[in-house]
């Protein structure tokens, strides 16, 4: 990870799909979870070899929330917002695949946190649906 830290310098962050579904309004007193979801996808850019990016990476960002009902029996789901966000790095060094690997599914995801909290307080006031707080990013190191 150090490799990559010195290696790359962030130089966009896009985004690239989303999506916004609305369900059913929970009955009275019923109990609701909020769900979420992560991932990443390393994607070579502009590389020149098999082991080792010489110019551009880019990451895509894969995130969801979903607020539900009735998780026990069958998941009714009141909304459900997801967006794919991609993160371009300018390559200033040599990197080895292995450690833009690691790098990516800690910092992408750190660095396009705050555009995805904004997304989902923009998405969920905009349709009206009840606001729900994306909770701070906890739990990664660099």
């Known amino acids: 990870i150090r490799q990559a830290i010195k290696a790359l310098k962030v130089k966009d962050i896009v985004l690239f799909e989303c999506k916004l579904i609305q369900g059913t309004e929970p009955p009275e007193g019923a109990a609701s979870v909020l769900q979420q979801k992560r991932a990443t996808q390393l994607v070579r850019a502009r590389s ?14 894969s995130l969801g929330v979903r607020l539900a009902y009735d998780v026990e029996t069958e998941a009714k789901v009141v909304f459900e917002v997801e967006a794919d966000f991609v993160v371009d790095y300018e390559c200033v060094s040599e990197l080895t695949v292995d450690a833009a690997t690691a790098f990516s599914e800690i910092n992408s995801v750190h660095i396009v946190w705050p555009f995805w909290r904004q997304h989902v307080f923009d998405m969920v006031a905009r349709a009206r649906l009840p606001q729900i707080e994306v909770p701070l990013l906890s739990g990664t190191r660099l």
């Open 48 to 61: 020149t070899t098999e082991s080792a990016f010489d110019d551009v990476m880019q990451v895509r960002v």
